[in-house]
């Protein structure tokens, strides 16, 4: 089994950081590739950003790229999303997830966490 917990949300305004963390469980989670997704209200869960077991590869949705950096530290079973230059448009709860199956990007996430809220004001 494998569980995730993300912690690190809450109010910022625009222009703003935040660092957002995903503890998992498990011995085998150096082998999963991981993603960070948000949902908005009323719109569809997006892809936020990814990366690979290795941490040696990572993927951008483009409407993030250049302000958010996702990374792991395998040693401590973490996965971060540092965002910076937060806007409005990034108000969304953050989900981390888990690609149990070995494959190439696109992942197929099948382990989710709770969500933690990001809510960036004007």
């Known amino acids: 089994q494998v569980q995730l917990v993300e912690s690190g949300g809450g109010l910022v305004q625009a222009g703003g950081s935040l660092r957002l963390s995903c503890v998992g469980s498990g011995r085998t989670f150096s082998s999963l590739a991981m993603g960070w997704l948000r949902h908005a209200p009323g719109e569809e869960r997006k892809f936020v950003a990814a990366?690979?077991?290795?941490?040696?590869?990572?993927y951008y949705a483009d409407s993030v790229k250049g302000r958010f950096t996702i990374s792991r530290d395998n040693a401590e079973n973490t996965v971060y999303l540092q965002m910076n230059s937060l806007k409005p448009e990034d108000t969304a709860v953050y989900y981390c997830a888990a690609d149990s199956f070995p494959r190439a990007f696109p992942y197929d996430y099948d382990y989710w966490g709770q969500g933690t809220q990001v809510t960036v004001s004007s």
């Open positions: 990366i690979s077991w290795s941490g040696e590869k990572t």
